[in-house]
Each structure stands twice: as structure tokens, then as C-alpha cells.
């Protein structure tokens, strides 16, 4: 019982229906569906008999679902099987053609330059060329305020001039004007 309850608590982080999780769903509703016999048989009501229609409806359609997500799971690893087993083909067939392809001159260190870094190598340097000189450059723009002069104080919204902002002085506000 132990181990069951184990596998339980580690299938619902298990994605898609495991075996644990679908015996633990199917025992509690048949369990719920004894309960509505039993309660049926106790107070001949109706709304028992719709509670245990809509129970079994229920029930069937969790056990559909996990039967066709089990399906579809099932084609999806035959498919990804299939396409490993052609991939690793084609991988061999690229590196055959590969190799005889390289030129006399070619690099073969992973340290060189991706094409994409000498497009934005390109990019920025075209962009930079086709800025004109302004007076400010980028450096004297992008330092923090204090070495641009000092900090500056925004100026205050509300026209308090104490520049001390915060939660405690709003409620302040409001016992002032509350006692006023």
C-alpha cells in the first residue's frame, strides 16, 4: 500500500495517464458510485440516480481520454523513432559531403566567426558611419546622474516640498483630514 501511494504521488508529476494514476481514478469512482447506490436505496431519491448517471459519464470519458492520449503518445514515439533512424542516416551522408567539400583554406576551430556576427559587425558599423556627429557622445549620456552634474530632485506632484514620500505619511494625510 505503501509503494501504491508512492507511485501515485509521483505520477501526477508524470505526464500523461500512468497506470497508478488511472487504478487510483477508477477505484474512487467506483467507490462514489457505490456511495450513490447506497444513498439511493436509502432515500429513493432521483436526484441520485442523475448524480450516478452523470458519475459514470464522467468516468467513462476520463478512461476514453487516457486511452486515445495513450494512443496518440504511441504514434508520436514511432514517429520520432523513424525520424531518428533517418536523421542519423542523413547525419552520416553530411559529414561524407562535408568533408569533401572544404576548401584548402577552410577553419575547421569552433572559435571562428558565426555569419551572423559579421552581419551585425556590418550593421553596426554602417549605422555608425551613417550617424551624424552630435555634440554628446553616447559615454557622456549613459553615466549614472552623479557624475553628470549631481542628482536631480523631481519635482513633487502632490506640492509637498519635504520630497519624504511613503506609505505612512499618506495614511498621515488621511487621519488629518479625517479629524479636521
Not at 505520477?11 to 481514478?25: I, K, M, Q, R, Y
Not at 553596426?124 to 530632485?153: H, W
Request: net charge negative; glycine share 4%.
Amino acid at each position: 500500500m505503501v509503494s501504491f501511494v508512492e507511485d501515485l504521488w509521483a505520477s501526477v508529476f508524470t505526464p500523461g495517464p500512468t497506470p497508478t494514476l488511472l487504478v487510483a481514478a477508477n477505484a474512487t469512482f467506483a467507490a462514489l458510485q457505490l456511495v450513490l447506490f447506497l444513498l439511493l436505496l436509502a432515500t429513493y431519491s432521483i436526484h441520485f440516480v442523475v448524480l450516478s448517471v452523470l458519475s459514470a459519464s464522467l468516468w467513462w470519458s476520463i478512461n476514453w481520454f487516457a486511452q486515445e492520449l495513450i494512443a496518440v503518445q504511441a504514434q508520436e514515439a514511432e514517429k520520432t523513432q523513424s525520424k531518428e533512424l533517418v536523421t542519423d542516416e542523413d547525419d552520416d551522408d553530411k559529414r561524407r559531403s562535408e568533408a569533401s567539400r572544404k576548401t584548402p583554406g577552410a577553419l575547421d576551430s569552433t572559435e571562428s566567426d558565426t555569419e551572423t556576427e559579421s552581419l551585425m559587425e556590418r550593421k553596426i558599423s554602417a549605422v555608425s558611419a551613417a550617424a551624424p556627429p552630435s555634440t554628446t557622445t553616447a559615454a557622456a549620456t549613459l553615466q549614472p546622474p552623479e557624475q553628470q552634474g549631481g542628482i536631480r530632485k523631481r519635482p513633487s506632484m502632490s506640492g509637498e516640498s519635504s520630497g519624504y514620500v511613503s506609505t505612512d505619511s499618506e495614511w498621515e494625510k488621511v487621519d488629518d483630514k479625517a479629524t479636521a
